[in-house]
């Protein structure tokens, strides 16, 4: 992996979820740690990297950080989530990566949810020269989904925090208050949107 959030990520899921028990998944069971068993009902979640998507099976391959390759199932009330955002299934692309939070259904290990932490397009394009600074007046701050509105002299921009972002850079946002002033440096992600940064 190129990117180091990508592997931090993969890390997680990997180190954090032991070996259990045996798995015909590709060895993707034994990460998982007795997700893969026969008691149904084990939940868990791993990091991964979305290596392909099978519509006609409904199957998603996925590799963990350590090279270990597998399927997992998936069906039309899976949740993909991307900044915010759903999206189905078939919108994964290969290289996406992704925690996945898993459940064993009758042998199988089946995804009910998957949050993208960062797509194939923004670690291929994501830099520095992207980075554009804004300055303007906060408004509509919402918490919970980590954004707020810029008002800026061109108009208006939502920003939003980026995943896992730096203590600093949390507890500063969760200092602001409507009619702050502030000055950032973003990265463009949509029209009239952008990814924090830092603030300046």
């Not at 190129?2 to 990520?9: A, H, P």
């Not at 399927?71 to 039309?76: E, G, I, K, M, T």
């Not at 692309?93 to 998957?114: C, F, K, N, P, T």
């Not at 921009?157 to 702050?180: E, I």
């Amino acid at each position: 992996m190129q990117n180091s959030t990508g592997r931090q990520l993969l890390a997680l899921g990997a180190a954090a979820l032991l070996a259990g028990c045996g798995s015909t998944l590709g060895g993707l069971g034994d990460v998982l740690g007795g997700i893969g068993s026969p008691s149904s009902g084990n939940q868990g979640q791993l990091a991964v990297q979305i290596q392909s998507v099978n519509t006609s099976q409904q199957v998603i391959q996925v590799a963990t950080e350590d090279g270990q390759v597998g399927s997992v199932r998936y069906d039309q009330n899976t949740v993909v989530v991307y900044r915010q955002q759903q999206y189905p299934v078939t919108a994964l692309e290969r290289g996406d990566i992704a925690v996945m939070q898993l459940q064993d259904v009758g042998g199988a290990l089946y995804v009910s949810r998957i949050d993208v932490q960062q797509s194939v397009q923004e670690r291929a394009g994501g830099g520095s020269g992207n980075l554009v600074q804004l300055s303007g007046t906060v408004s509509q701050i919402d918490h919970n989904r980590g954004t707020f509105v810029l008002l800026t002299q061109g108009g208006s921009v939502t920003v939003t925090l980026p995943y896992n972002p730096p203590q600093a850079t949390l507890n500063y946002f969760h200092s602001l208050r409507n009619g702050n002033t502030v000055r950032l440096e973003a990265t463009q992600t949509g029209t009239a949107r952008v990814e924090l940064h830092r603030f300046l």
